[in-house]
């Protein structure tokens, strides 16, 4: 019989301290996307997607202070000099009547968001590829380069 009540006090103290080993293996914490300091590779996506999508419709839009907004800092000057010249991304002279994110995945310095973007000026329309380098910034996310091309669509999975 003492070795019955033994074996119960046993599996009740083992009963009582389960949640706390639990929490210590991290289960039932928080999802790590929330945690500062941490990025992990479905926050990049997001963060990312958002940024561009973002950059895209204030270009749609002739926002340029909603354009600036999405940039690192090292790149909001010289936006500044070019988004509104003759060629820059916010130029009066076109309209951008489509532009879609394609692909986005991770590169040697962030994420990089694939774009088509169709821009007309006058009766012609041209669609071109732009990528965008987007990066995290202390505790934000900002695109931290743009340039011509883009990465070609990862094949749909099959299953």
Known sequence: MRATRGRLAAGAVL???????????????????????RAPAEEATTKSRERVQAYLDAMTAKDVAAGRSQ???ALQESFDTAATGPNGDFADHFTVPRAEITDIRSGPRGQE?????????????????????????????????EAPGGNTPA???TG
Do not use: M, N, Q
């Open 15 to 37: 009963l009582g301290t389960l949640p706390l080993v639990l929490l210590g293996c991290g289960i039932g914490e928080e999802d790590p996307a929330t945690k500062p300091g």
């Open 71 to 73: 940039l690192c800092a």
């Open 113 to 145: 968001v694939s774009t088509s973007i169709s821009v007309a000026a006058g009766s012609r329309t041209l669609t071109r590829p732009l990528l965008f380098t987007v990066t995290r910034d202390g505790a934000d996310w900002c695109i931290a380069a």
């Open 155 to 157: 094949p749909a999975a």
